[in-house]
């Protein structure tokens, strides 16, 4: 069965204090894995999309990364203005479909 | 260029009544899939629907129906509600280009609560 797993569920954060947010997946067959930000009764917006292992993507002070297990979210000298919770979702190979499968995401807080 | 609008924001029902809720795809998107986020939780796949067809649907009951407008515009149709289908209702759009790489625009979500 498909399954997306993220952890840790909460990170509290100082300003400025690097960390990483994991997201461990098994699929059958991967189409891509998708980041997304999610702010407090918003919907998700776009962050990264990876298609295949060693594939790295940065935007901002945030850095994506893939392996064949598990993807990275690499957060750098972060700001207040980050604190969201962070969705990562794996998209199966299903012909031509493209449904998404989400994890419970990681609610990040980071204080000044 | 217009986002992904999904109307009502906000939604109050009774446990066995039936509400449809509304979405309008971004400019150039033909694609429009639902999903249903609980409190706490990722996003649930409900359905997906392509050139006015559902083409792929989630674990979830038939009293969840949908439709899709020729302009690709959709609705999203719950009947009989209950409690646990109190949550955040989004609606995301893509455009199909014959390979289904790549995700979704999604939209602000419709936020149910049944009473």
């Known amino acids: 069965e498909d399954q997306v797993t993220q952890s840790p569920e909460a990170l509290r954060l100082q300003e400025g204090e690097s960390s990483s947010l994991n997201c461990s997946y098994t699929?059958?067959?991967?189409?891509?894995l998708f980041w997304y930000r999610q702010d407090p009764g918003k919907g998700p917006e776009f962050l990264f999309t990876?298609?295949?292992a060693g594939e790295e993507k940065e935007k901002e002070r945030l850095k994506a990364t893939l392996t064949k297990k598990e993807s990275f979210l690499h957060i750098t000298a972060p700001k207040p203005e980050d604190s969201a919770t962070y969705l990562c979702?794996?998209?199966?190979?299903?012909?031509?479909?493209?449904?998404?499968?989400f994890g419970a995401g990681t609610r990040l807080a980071v204080h000044p | 260029d217009a986002g992904v609008t999904q109307s009502p924001t906000h939604l109050i029902k009774t446990r066995g009544q039936q509400v449809t809720l509304r979405c309008s795809p971004k400019?150039?998107?033909?694609?429009v899939s639902w999903y249903q986020q609980a409190l706490g939780q990722g996003p649930q796949f409900i359905f997906q629907?392509?050139?006015?067809?559902?083409?792929q649907r989630g674990n979830f009951p038939d009293r969840f129906s949908g439709h899709q407008f020729p302009n690709y515009s959709s609705e999203l149709n719950v009947n009989a509600l209950l409690l646990g289908d109190s949550a955040l209702y989004l609606c995301?759009?893509?455009?199909?280009?014959?390979?289904?790489?790549?995700?979704?625009?999604f939209g602000s979500g419709t936020r149910l609560t049944v009473v």
């Open positions: 995301a759009s893509s455009f199909y280009d014959g390979t289904a790489r790549g995700g979704y625009t």
């Open positions: 990876l298609y295949s």
């Open positions: 629907y392509y050139e006015e067809e559902e083409r």
């Open positions: 400019s150039g998107h033909d694609t």
């Open positions: 699929v059958s067959g991967l189409r891509g």
């Open positions: 979702a794996v998209q199966p190979y299903r012909g031509g479909y493209n449904k998404l499968i």
